[in-house]
């Protein structure tokens, strides 16, 4: 129990620190999105996380703003283990946009979910209600653990993992939580996006 409230009181830290000292590069951030394209800086959209309950999770935007109706979720469990979220030559990302995932800029906003409660710096990432949908009961038990900012599969190859494999290293993160293991995490993160290993 107290590394829970260790692991909380981590997340309130950081997030309020880095929503403050990171404005700067917030306000270059949303400058390049409005000069690229039209539509607004921010994207929201609704997620699923502790337990199944949803919440709006707050990204910069770095599609175009009808991008989101031209999406096709996977219709079976059987799709998940070829079925990649994320694809680098996806025409709907714009300029800005893939400037914005590979440098992983773009989930910055996501401290304010952090700020909220709602997610933690690490943890599974937070996945779309279409593909829980798709989840049998031991996939369901990435929904034990509070979604995050990062996560073991965040580390272990981010975009170059099929939903399937991701869901596998989500699991054996809930299976290991450590407080220790949080901050191995942060710091294999900070290397991975310095280095932009799996950024897509």
Known sequence: MIGFWLKRALDLVVAVVG????SPLFAYCALAIKRDAPGPVLYRQERVGLRGRR????????????????????????ELSHFYFQDEADPRITRVGRWLR???LDELPNLWNVLRGEMSLVGPRPEVPEIVALYDDTMKKRLDVKPGLTGLAQVSGRGLLSTAETIDYDL???????????LKILWSTLKAVSNRKGAI
Do not use: H, N
């Open 19 to 22: 929503l403050v000292l990171l």
């Open 55 to 78: 919440f709006q999770i707050v990204k910069f935007r770095t599609m175009g703003v009808d991008a989101e109706g031209q999406w096709v979720p996977p219709q079976s469990k059987d």
């Open 102 to 104: 590979r440098t992983s």
């Open 172 to 182: 054996e993160y809930c299976r290991r939580w450590s407080l220790s293991e949080d």
